[in-house]
Every structure is written in structure tokens, then in C-alpha cells.
């Protein structure tokens, strides 16, 4: 290596001063382009890096936001399924006669009957109907709001209303209610 060093020091030595300029020169170009495009490459990884990683971070915000979101949907669950499984000792019949009474209706016709699929095993519907006849439109509307309000899982699911011919103040109306009960 030493002989490599001498040889080129004397070929640098038997140049002219001109052509020892150029040589440095050239040199420095070379050595300067070699470090340019150095950090050039240096940069552009970095830059690279620095976006996969801005990503990443970006990702695991999002993930840490799909958890609370998990968790709270998962307690909502589990808080519908602990009402529905309470809603088990609930007789609609017997609920809805008693919100009756309350809002002063005579319930006719009551019946229970299947209720509509809700997509689950482990989850059914149990549906009543029943009809009113002679009815005013707020003793009704105070019926029905009775429903809702009640039980949270007690729905009207349908009502048919029909006007008397002997009286059309008064109305005959079919109710259709559903509540959702655990299956076991």
C-alpha cells in the first residue's frame, strides 16, 4: 500500500503545476460528488424511515381509538344482555294489562304470539297483540307511550287504527307489541 502511495506521489510530483491544479480539482470534484450523493441516499433512507414510522404511529392512534371504541360497545353489550336476561320474568300480557288499567283502556282480544327473528340463537322476541275498542286518540296515545317508556325492551311494533262508523271521534285500534327474552 505504501508503495501504491509513493508511486502516485512521485507521478503527482512529475505533472506540471497546471496539471497538478487540475488533478486537485478533479479530485475534490470526485471526493465532493462521492459525499453528495452519500447524503443524498442518507437523507432519502431517512426520509423514508421517518414516513413508515409517522405511519405506524399514525396506525397505533388509530388502534388505541378501535379499543376504547371495542371496550365501550362490549360494555353496552353486556349491559343490554344483563336487561334482556332481567326481561326473562316479564309477562307481556300481564304488563301490558297492567299499563292499561293504569291509562284506563279494557284490553280485548289479547294474545300472545311469535315474535319476529332477531338474527340470534341465543335471543328471541315474544310478541302480544291486542285490541282496543272505543277508544279516544289520547287515552291511546297515553297507551302507547305508556309502552315505550315502561320496560326499555318493550316495543310497539304495530298498531292498525280504524275509525268507528257510529263515532268518528273514536277509534278501534290493534296493537302489536314485542319484547326480547334470553332463549335458555
Known amino acids: 500500500m505504501k508503495d501504491l502511495l509513493n508511486q502516485i506521489g512521485v507521478a503527482f510530483e512529475n505533472l506540471s503545476s497546471r496539471e497538478q ?11 465532493a460528488m462521492v459525499l453528495g450523493f452519500g447524503g443524498y441516499f442518507v437523507n432519502r433512507d431517512l426520509a423514508k424511515r421517518e414516513k413508515r414510522i409517522e405511519a405506524k404511529a399514525e ?19 353486556n349491559r343490554l344482555a344483563g336487561e334482556v336476561r ?3 320474568s316479564v309477562r307481556i300480557l300481564s304488563y301490558l294489562e297492567n299499563l292499561s288499567t ?18 340470534s340463537d341465543a335471543v328471541k322476541e315474544e310478541a302480544a297483540e291486542v285490541r282496543i ?28 287504527i280504524k275509525t268507528r262508523f ?19
Open 21 to 31: 491544479g487540475l488533478v486537485v480539482l478533479m479530485s475534490t470534484t470526485i471526493f
Open 59 to 77: 396506525k397505533l392512534v388509530e388502534i388505541g381509538q378501535l379499543r376504547s371504541d371495542y371496550k365501550r360497545r362490549l360494555a353496552e353489550q
Open 133 to 160: 275498542d272505543d277508544v279516544s286518540l289520547d287515552r291511546l296515545y297515553d297507551f302507547l307511550r305508556r309502552i315505550e317508556e315502561g320496560n326499555p325492551l318493550v316495543k310497539v311494533r304495530r298498531v292498525k
Open 102 to 119: 293504569a291509562a284506563g283502556l279494557t284490553l280485548k282480544g289479547a294474545s300472545e304470539r311469535q315474535g319476529e327473528a332477531t338474527g
Open 86 to 88: 332481567r326481561n326473562n
Open 166 to 184: 257510529d263515532n268518528k271521534q273514536r277509534l278501534d285500534a290493534v296493537v302489536t307489541v314485542g319484547t326480547y327474552k334470553t332463549t335458555s
